[in-house]
C-alpha cells in the first residue's frame, strides 16, 4: 500500500499490485475456488461431482442462473440452445474472408466480434430479456464457429448443426462429419467431451474472464466482450497452455528425455517452463486435471490405444515432477491443461483446436460472469490506476535543438 500523496498530491491511498496477485476486483456468487485445499465449487457444487453426475448444458442453467433446473427447466433450456444452434448464412462470409491457415483462434475472434454487427440489439444491454438472448445465442453458436473455424482451416465445407443431437455429439459432429459420410459420435467419446466443457466452464476472475468484465464495464456489446475473452484466453500462459503443453510432450517423446526438461524448467537462464504445470491460484494438485486424467485413461482405453506414447510421457512426468524438490518448494502441480490435450488429440483434433474447445466451453463462464456484473446496481467501470515512473515535467525541445 502507497501513500500516493507524496507522488500526486492526493489525500487518497490505492494498492500496486502487478498481475492483480492480492486485488479482488468484484465480489461474485459463482464459483468459488480453494487454491490450498485444491476444490473448486460451481455454485458451492464441486467439480467432481458435476463431472461425475452431471453434464454440460445442465451447468450452463446452474452457471448461468444459480441453482440446478428442474427437469421442466432443462428441457426448456436445452430448446433454447438448441434453436440457436445455426449461425447467420451471411457468417459463411466473414470465414472465407480469413486465410486457411489462420489459427482458428484468430479465426473465433472476428467472428464472435463479428456477431455485435448481426445482433444490433444486444447492444441495448440495459435490457434484461437482450442479455438474456445473447447468453444463449452465445453458448448456442459458439461450438458452431468453433467447428466452421476448424472446417475452415483443413479445406472442407461446414457442417450444419443437428438438433437431435445432445451439445457434445453435435459438436463432434459438426467437426468430424463430411458431405459423403456422417460421423458416428461414440457415447463414450460424446460424454468425454462434455467433461471437458463442464471442468472449463468458468473459473473465477481468471484473465480472459476478467477481460469480459472490464469490457463489459463500459456497457459495450457483450459479443464483442465474448471475442475479447476469446484473445485473452489464446496465450500461452492462459488456454493456449493445452496446446503449448501436448507440443511440448512430443517435443520430449520419450521417458528417457523427461529429466532433460525438468532441468530445463529449473534453470531460471532458460525461459522454458513446463507447459501445463503450476497455477496462480492452486497450491496444490488442480481439481480438473485429476478428473481429466481419468478421463484420459478412459479414452485412451476405450480406443484401444493406452500404450500412447504421450500418455506415457505426461504420466512419468508428473510423477518425476511430484518429487522434485524444485516443483515441490515451488507447489507446482498439474493444471487442466496437463492431460486435456491428450484426450483431444485422441479423438482426432490437431492441436490448434484445442484453444477453440477451451473457449467454446468457457462462454458460459463469460457470459455468467457479464451478467452478474451487469446486473449489479453497483457495477463500476473498471479503471486500474497506475504508479507513474516516467520522465519528470519537461518542455518540448525542438527538433534542431536537439542532441
Ligand atoms: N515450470 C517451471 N517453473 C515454473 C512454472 C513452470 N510451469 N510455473 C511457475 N514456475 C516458477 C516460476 O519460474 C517462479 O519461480 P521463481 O519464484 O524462482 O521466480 C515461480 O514458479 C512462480 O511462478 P510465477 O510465474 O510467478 O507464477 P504465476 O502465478 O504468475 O504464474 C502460471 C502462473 C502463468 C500458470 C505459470 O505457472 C506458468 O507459466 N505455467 C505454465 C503455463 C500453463 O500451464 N498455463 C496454464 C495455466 S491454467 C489455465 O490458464 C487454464
New binding site residues.
Given amino acids: 500500500v502507497l501513500d500516493i500523496r507524496k507522488l500526486y498530491g492526493q489525500a487518497d491511498v490505492f494498492t500496486y499490485d502487478p498481475?492483480f496477485?492480492s486485488t479482488a476486483s468484484c465480489d461474485s456468487t459463482i464459483t468459488f475456488i480453494d487454491g490450498d485445499k485444491g476444490e473448486l465449487w460451481y455454485r458451492g457444487y464441486p467439480i467432481e461431482q458435476l463431472a461425475a453426475k452431471s453434464h454440460y448444458l445442465e451447468v450452463c442453467f446452474l452457471l448461468l442462473y444459480g441453482e440446478l433446473p428442474t427437469q421442466d427447466q432443462l428441457v426448456d433450456f436445452e430448446n433454447r440452445v438448441t434453436r440457436h444452434t445455426m449461425v447467420h448464412e451471411q457468417m459463411h462470409n466473414f470465414f472465407r474472408g480469413f486465410r486457411r491457415d489462420a489459427h482458428p483462434m484468430a479465426t473465433m475472434v472476428g467472428v464472435v466480434g463479428a456477431m455485435s454487427a448481426f445482433y444490433h440489439d444486444s447492444t441495448d444491454v440495459g435490457d434484461p430479456w437482450q442479455r438474456e438472448v445473447a447468453s444463449i445465442r452465445l453458448i448456442a453458436k459458439l461450438p458452431t464457429i468453433a467447428a466452421m473455424a476448424y472446417k475452415y482451416s483443413i479445406g472442407q465445407p461446414f457442417v450444419y448443426p443437428q438438433n437431435e443431437l445432445d451439445y457434445a455429439s453435435n459438436f463432434l459432429h459438426m467437426c468430424f462429419s463430411v458431405p459423403a459420410e456422417k460421423y458416428n459420435v461414440d457415447p463414450a467419446l460424446s460424454r468425454a467431451m462434455d467433461r471437458i466443457f463442464t471442468l472449463h466452464a468458468d473459473?473465477e476472475q481468471?484473465?480472459s474472464t476478467s477481460t469480459v468484465r472490464l469490457a463489459g464495464s463500459s456497457g459495450a456489446n457483450p459479443f464483442a466482450c465474448i471475442a475479447a475473452g476469446i484473445a485473452c484466453l489464446w496465450g500461452?500462459?492462459?488456454?493456449g497452455?493445452?496446446q503449448?503443453?501436448l507440443e511440448m510432450l512430443r517435443e520430449i517423446g520419450s521417458v528417457e528425455r523427461i529429466p532433460e526438461f525438468i532441468a530445463r524448467?529449473?534453470d531460471?537462464d532458460d525461459p522454458f517452463?513446463?507447459?501445463?504445470?503450476?497455477?496462480?491460484v492452486y497450491k496444490n494438485f488442480?481439481p480438473r486435471a485429476r478428473v481429466m486424467k481419468e478421463s484420459a485413461d478412459e479414452v485412451l482405453e476405450l480406443l484401444g490405444i493406452a500404450n500412447n506414447p504421450t500418455l506415457q510421457v505426461a504420466k512419468e512426468l508428473e510423477r518425476i515432477a511430484l518429487e522434485d524438490e524444485?516443483?515441490v518448494s515451488?507447489k507446482?502441480y498439474p493444471?487442466?491443461?496437463?492431460y486435456s490435450g491428450i484426450i483431444l488429440e485422441a479423438m482426432g483434433f490437431p492441436t490448434s483446436m484445442f484453444t477453440p474447445i477451451?473457449a467454446l466451453s468457457r462462454t458460459v463462464g463469460w457470459i455468467a460472469q457479464w451478467k452478474e456484473m451487469i446486473g449489479d446496481p453497483q457495477n463500476k467501470i473498471g479503471r486500474p490506476r497506475q504508479l507513474y515512473v516516467g520522465a519528470d515535467k519537461r518542455d518540448y525541445v525542438d527538433l534542431d535543438a536537439r542532441a
Fill in positions: 498481475g496477485t473459473h481468471n484473465a500461452p500462459a492462459h488456454g497452455a493445452n503449448a503443453c524448467a529449473k531460471k517452463r513446463l507447459m501445463g504445470f503450476g497455477h496462480r488442480d524444485y516443483f515451488k507446482l493444471n487442466v491443461d496437463f477451451f
